[in-house]
């Protein structure tokens, strides 16, 4: 056979299968900017312009084992984990970032003919996973402030559903769910998976009530908060035989020793990254002030580490294109969803001081 000939081997859902499309790195765009690369600012991503913990930076200059396998139980970061989140050790499951548990958990869950619960706009890894296990989406549109319609969730649950993502905040948007709103999905009896990536700028989460619901279960990040985004660090909270099964389902050695070394000295330095999250919230609050006094942007109202704005004179795409020029990085929309639009991640004083400035002159 051959090599043309293998293509239509290639299962059959995936064959028009439409990507994750992730943000634009600095090192693609050499010589499509004005400024040095070393100097572009990115706020596209979401991630923590302050970067990890120094704690962390010498834990992993100090560390000896990097030939060696971690462990594959992740027995000790298991137990660090369950004592920052306040949860049973045997709840706990480690992935190389969420966006792997997200996946694991639909691959537990969901076959083809399956049926998938997501309240859109929302993360999109929910339907990548989803549709590259031959699963089907069904799309919940959210409200125009992007609250999740409970009744029609509550009417597209039947037998078929194997899961209900809930993103809180949710990414792009910023919004919390109200916790009536999500007790209320939970009460369906659905399994539901409440994705709290952006939890610690929040501060708001439904962790406790996964001792009490045995249908809930919880993720977060170490990529946002605690700056690890290049180690890939997430953790999810499950019914303790649901963690037992995502544990004999996942990758051997799915979270690298760099990446067990980095959470440890995360978790030894609290106070040092709980002070950054009051930088980045307080920025956060000084950004969406500055935006709502441009009368052709609309920022909603943020508890997560960035800004989703509607670009209401012009071009969305143009904008960005332009910031990029600038050498300023944002994400940029334009799906019957998120029409025109663009999102912002909150970065240091300095960085909003250079986008406002940007986006006068090209007002």
């Known amino acids: ?8 081997l290639i299962r059959p859902n995936l064959a028009g299968f439409t990507g994750y499309s992730a943000s634009t790195s600095p090192d693609t765009l050499a010589g499509k900017v004005d400024v040095p690369l070393d100097s572009i600012i990115k706020m596209n991503a979401n991630e923590n312009p302050y970067g990890c913990s120094l704690k962390v930076l010498q ?3 100090d560390c000896s084992h990097f030939h060696i396998y971690p462990d594959d139980g992740q027995q000790e970061l298991r137990k660090l984990l369950a004592g920052y989140a306040g949860v049973d050790v045997e709840s706990i499951v480690v992935g190389h970032g969420s966006n792997t548990l997200i996946d694991l958990i639909v691959r537990l869950f969901v076959g083809p003919g399956d049926e998938v ?15 590259i296990c031959g699963g089907t989406v069904v799309n919940v549109k959210r409200d125009n402030d992007f609250a999740v319609d409970i009744p029609a969730v509550k009417k597209a649950i039947n037998d078929k559903t194997r899961l209900i993502f809930l993103a809180t905040p949710n990414n792009p948007s910023g919004n919390v769910m109200p916790r009536r709103d999500v007790v209320e999905i939970i009460e369906t009896g659905a399994p539901v998976v409440v994705d709290e990536a952006y939890y610690e700028f929040s501060g708001e989460t439904v962790m406790e009530l996964t001792a009490r619901y045995k249908n809930l279960m919880v993720l977060r990040s170490f990529s946002k908060w605690a700056g690890l985004a290049g180690l890939r660090v997430g953790y999810g909270v499950f019914p303790p035989k649901i963690a037992g099964y995502l544990m004999a389902i ?3 050695h799915n979270v690298s020793v760099a990446a067990e070394v980095a959470v440890r000295a995360s978790l030894a330095d609290l106070d040092y990254l709980q002070g950054r999250i009051k930088d980045i919230v307080n920025e956060r609050e000084r950004l969406y002030g500055e935006l709502q006094k441009l009368p052709w942007l609309k920022p909603y109202p ?3 580490n960035f800004i989703y704005c509607d670009v209401l004179k012009g071009s969305a795409d143009a904008l960005y294109k332009k910031l990029q020029k600038k050498g300023i990085l944002v994400r940029y929309f334009d799906n019957p969803l ?4 663009i999102r912002i991640s909150v970065g240091k004083p300095a960085h909003t001081n250079a986008l406002m400035k940007a986006l006068r002159e090209l007002e």
């Open 338 to 341: 998120l029409k025109n639009s």
């Open 1 to 8: 056979m051959d090599s043309d000939g293998i293509e239509k």
């Open 302 to 304: 943020s508890q997560a």
């Open 59 to 61: 834990a992993l200059a």
């Open 250 to 252: 996942k990758i051997p």
């Open 117 to 131: 619960i997501n309240c859109v706009p929302t993360f999109d890894i929910y339907r990548f996973s989803t549709e």
